[in-house]
């Protein structure tokens, strides 16, 4: 049984700096893309930023020079850095998480972690 669990959310000024960690379990073959998707109230479930399985490494307009994805293959284990935060960034950041191919899209992702509140005030 796969399981996806996020940490690190918080609430920070305009500027700020917060880091996101995923731990996974439970995949039956280490080939899997893992993502951070967020979700603002009101808004549709959006890609932040991914790894896929070949080490691909994706962003979204809106983050790109201010977030930093990795992962730690030895602790299964995907982190993001989010520096510069803007209030737009504020919204539920959940981990993705799929065997090959399945991250790209919220559709298509099979794993999620209960996500993790990042607020950003002005």
């Known amino acids: 049984q796969v399981q996806v669990v996020e940490s690190g959310g918080g609430s920070v000024q305009a500027g700020g700096s917060l880091r996101l960690s995923c731990a996974v379990s439970?995949?039956?073959?280490?080939?899997?893309?893992m993502a951070w998707f967020r979700q603002a109230p009101g808004k549709e479930r959006e890609e932040v930023a991914g790894?896929?399985?070949?080490?691909?490494?994706t962003y979204a307009d809106s983050v790109k020079g201010r977030f930093t994805v990795s992962k730690d293959n030895a602790k299964n284990t995907l982190y993001l850095q989010m520096n510069s935060l803007k209030p737009e960034d504020t919204a539920m950041y959940y981990c993705?998480?799929?065997?090959?191919?399945?991250?790209?899209?919220?559709?298509?992702?099979?794993?999620w972690g209960r996500g993790t509140q990042v607020t950003v005030s002005s």
């Open positions: 439970g995949f039956t073959y280490s080939s899997y893309c």
């Open positions: 790894i896929d399985e070949d080490d691909t490494i």
């Open positions: 993705a998480a799929a065997y090959e191919g399945g991250c790209s899209t919220v559709g298509s992702v099979p794993y």
